[in-house]
């Protein structure tokens, strides 16, 4: 399994980005994916879960601001961040699987004015 991100960047507050990230591998359709960030200094965070049934989580600091999404024909999963916060800056990775079995090379994400 490889995967791939991309669309992190430098937005100011309130704007949006839209990540990517593109799954190599076998049935991408049974993996729960996942989102994670890391912020300097700071510890991982779990940022946003979809299950492969479907089903998502978020964390409470997400506040409703973002949405995770899947297209199983594309072989990829989506995270649309809205009224980012400067303290969003991270970055940002994509894991499979429910343990994070697999990660990928992770995407900066910078909200500043």
């Known amino acids: 399994v490889e995967l791939v991100e991309s669309g992190g960047g430098l937005v100011q507050p309130g704007g949006s980005l839209r990540l990517s990230c593109a799954f190599s591998g076998s049935l991408f359709s049974a993996y729960t994916m996942n989102w994670v960030r890391q912020a300097p200094g700071k510890r991982r965070e779990l940022v946003a879960v979809i299950r492969n049934y479907g089903p998502t989580t978020y964390a409470d600091f997400v506040e409703g601001r973002f949405t995770i999404s899947r297209d199983n024909a594309k072989n990829t999963v989506y995270l649309q961040m809205n009224s980012l916060k400067p303290e969003d800056t991270a970055v940002y990775y994509c894991?499979?699987?429910?343990?994070?079995?697999?990660w990928g090379q992770g995407t900066q994400v910078t909200v500043s004015s």
């Open positions: 894991t499979a699987g429910s343990s994070h079995d697999y």
